[in-house]
């Protein structure tokens, strides 16, 4: 299958969780046999028009982040492009309407990737375009099916792909056993990784240790409160680690605390579930983490430090694990298989018009 993806920025040009999640299964298309090409901005050097890496073909729309420039030349860059489906990110918010135009003449059925943001300034109108453009919409979670179905998306072309993690290479890590219980994300302004060392500091009379992996303009302030909060040499600051390098801290660890007040899905929960970790999120209103613990027997809801602290000291009580197969749904490859589904329900739809 020929798919091409339409995102104006992608992980080669920031930190960012939604286009990491893109490239995936970019990647992970490519590495199955299908033609794999990415549109969007210039990320690397030289003037040509268009890039190979690790099997996914970019072509470039655009040479710097220009939003607006992106939306105009994008229908001519499709144009040129075979596609079976395009896949396109709604951020900005425009690309989407402008890629179903171009697909419209093409006959090729469109896909869109909801990439929802905190104070998300996008003129309504716009969110509005971009959510009732594509043939059918995919989001995250559930937290973001509600937003993208208040921007006006039809509710039967909504549907959910979560995050996936590499379960086959959580069995085979080894177990590092330096943390009791782990915090892990990118330390930025959502991170709320204040609480997380609130409910440790409420737990000074308990035998434990924690790890911190991440990093960010949040962690200097981090790093001050653990010493202000006299936890600071029980508590570990790993700066940002691969997921591979992850997986063996995960798999020693009992707990996994969730705090940050944005997640539009929380991968990194997700990786220590697998990793047999008992998970305790703090509900946030604009993180959708609370969904993979609700009905999980190890797993918990709170909304308080004091509340993490006590279910963090239940949780003693409860069997260690090092992987937990009941995220086998979740694998690199079952998620993959949901996106192929996506695609071929897509196209076989597009059929009937």
Not at 181 to 201: C, K, M, P, T
Not at 282 to 291: L, R
Not at 338 to 343: E, I
Request: aromatic share 8%.
């Amino acid at each position: 299958m020929r798919v091409t993806f339409v995102s104006m920025t992608t992980a080669h040009h920031a930190d960012d969780w939604y286009a990491s999640r893109m490239r995936g299964v970019a990647e992970r298309l490519a590495a199955r046999g299908h033609d794999v090409t990415v549109c969007c901005a210039q990320w690397w050097d030289g003037d040509h028009p268009s890039f190979d890496f690790e099997g996914v073909t970019y072509r470039r729309v655009t040479t710097d982040l220009a939003p607006r420039a992106f939306v105009l030349r994008l229908p001519f860059v499709l144009n040129s492009v075979r596609s079976d489906v395009i896949h396109v990110a709604t951020q900005p918010r425009l690309a989407a309407p402008a890629a179903k135009a171009a697909a419209r003449l093409r006959r090729t059925p469109v896909v869109g990737e909801w990439w929802a943001y905190p104070d998300d300034a996008t003129p309504p109108w716009r969110r509005r375009w971009a959510a009732r453009s594509p043939d059918r919409m995919l989001v995250p979670s559930r937290t973001v099916e509600t937003t993208v179905r208040e921007c006006g998306a039809a509710a039967d072309a909504v549907e959910v792909i979560p995050d996936s993690v590499d379960l086959a290479g959580i069995r085979s890590a080894p177990v590092d056993p330096r943390a009791d219980i782990v915090y892990a994300r990118s330390l930025d302004e959502g991170a709320n990784v204040e609480e997380f060392l609130l409910a440790l500091a409420e737990l000074r009379g308990h035998e434990w240790r924690a790890a911190v992996i991440g990093d960010g303009p949040a962690r200097p302030d981090a790093e001050r409160t653990a010493r202000d909060l006299r936890i600071a040499d029980r508590v570990e600051f790993l700066g940002a680690l691969d997921p591979t390098d992850q997986v063996p801290i995960l798999k020693g660890a009992h707990v996994f605390a969730q705090t940050a007040t944005w997640a539009p899905f929380a991968t990194s929960l997700l990786r220590a579930l697998a990793c047999g970790c008992v998970g305790v999120v703090e509900y946030q209103a604009d993180s959708a983490a609370h969904e993979l613990v609700e009905e999980n027997p190890r797993g918990s809801l709170v909304t308080s430090p004091r509340e993490l602290a006590d279910e963090i000291v239940a949780a003693a009580g409860m069997e260690r694990w090092t992987v937990n197969e009941a995220y086998a749904p979740y694998d690199h490859d079952a998620i993959l298989d949901r996106y192929v589904d996506c695609y071929e329900r897509v196209v076989d739809d597009y059929g009937f018009f």
